[in-house]
């Protein structure tokens, strides 16, 4: 390749969406991205509606690789002055690093904002991924030396991009999410078919709970969205938040810009008393997956977190061909409703060569835990056990 140059952007706007997402999703030009997370319209209403920017801890600074006057390669990389919003968490390590002296924050965080999907995040123009994703990562590293900061992080990325930059001194480390996956279910019956009978009768039971509240439950997508759901989702995604991270990380105005720009990338299911909407359950739809994000109700009903997040998540995706349901981070709850543990991936830099040696080793056990703790949760998933499976039978 002729010279790269490396650029650092003040945000995504300066940016072309066009120049962006030939990059970042590249196969939208004949449908839809894998995901839309790491699509210029996503990223920029999380700039306009200042869920990141100044005073949030996010100041987003996209890494941009040249070649001449065409964009090959980027990365949404941001300066961060905390750890949170990120669901692969380092907290210990920059309390380790405080308690020895050392200054942490700030660092540079690859990765798109509170949200724990994985992704492409060194984005490059297709058929130059290992110039690109090289480029990217040193320019990053470098750009960490010369500003002494403590670290660069890449999180939720693809095992593509795991596995290339492992030879470029990054330390991998695994986490773990639940998923389910659709076997060419024809419905929900169906699926529940596969499951050992007492499994089956105890998401009967649950599903008919949940059903038996009197409640209307709606699919709503695209033009079926109007502002007053997203006013009544904003109540609900406010409740969650507060009692789950202290304060919703995503402003109102990010709801609206999603009713303006991605309604079509968005699928709310919601629960109504009457006319007054009580619950919603808020994902993201991908070409292939249906991404769960974002809970919440004003009221108390048994069962429905777990009818709106995962059994009617599963309906839809059956019913839209498609292979996969990810629900978001944690949640061992998951594992009962048919979603089984996958690795997730993320890679690290640190900049003190002690420090980094503590790192490694403890990364080193953590990944033989991690291995450890999803071959025996897998084992003791919800399904029927055939000849060649192992693990305790749940009949």
Known sequence: MTELTATLADGIAAIPPADWDALAC????????????????????????????????????????HRGDQLVAAAPLYLKTHSQGEYI????????????????????????????????????????????????????????????????????????????????????????????QNQGFADYDAFLDTLASRKRKALR??????????????FLTGDSLTPAHW???????????????????????????????????????????????????????????????YWGCVADYPCLHFELCYHRAIDWAIAHGLSRVEAGAQGEHKLARGYLPVETHSLHWIADPGFARAVADYLDRERAAVEADIEVLTAYGPFRRGPLQTGPEQD
């Not at 002494?148 to 999410?177: N, V, Y």
């Not at 609206?256 to 299911?269: A, I, P, T, Y």
Request: aromatic residues 12%; proline residues 6%.
């Open 231 to 293: 006013q009544a989702f904003w109540a609900f995604y406010q409740d969650t938040g507060s009692r789950k991270w202290g304060r919703p990380y995503l402003t109102r105005a990010f709801f609206d810009l999603l009713q303006d720009k991605m309604r079509n990338d968005v699928l709310l299911v919601m629960a109504f008393d009457g006319a007054r909407p009580v619950a919603g359950a808020l994902n993201f739809i991908g070409r292939d997956c249906l991404y769960g994000r």
């Open 26 to 65: 590249p196969e939208a030009a004949t449908g839809r991205p894998l995901d839309p997370f790491t699509t210029h319209r996503f990223l920029l209403a999380l700039e306009q509606s200042g869920s990141v920017g100044p005073g949030t801890g996010w100041e987003p600074h996209p890494l941009l690789i």
């Open 205 to 218: 039971k649950e599903r008919a709970t949940a059903n038996g509240h009197g409640l209307r439950i709606e």
């Open 89 to 180: 968490f380092d907290h210990g390590w920059a309390e380790a690093y405080t308690r020895a002296g050392g200054r942490y924050y700030p660092k540079l965080q690859i990765a798109v904002p509170f949200t724990p999907v994985t992704g492409r995040r060194l984005l490059t123009l297709p058929g130059i991924e290992d110039t690109g994703r090289a480029a990217l990562i040193q320019t990053a590293t470098d750009i960490a030396r010369q500003n002494k900061l403590s670290s660069l992080h890449i999180t939720f990325c693809s095992e593509d991009e795991a596995a290339a930059a492992g030879a470029l001194d990054l330390m991998p480390r695994r986490s773990q999410q639940f998923h389910w």
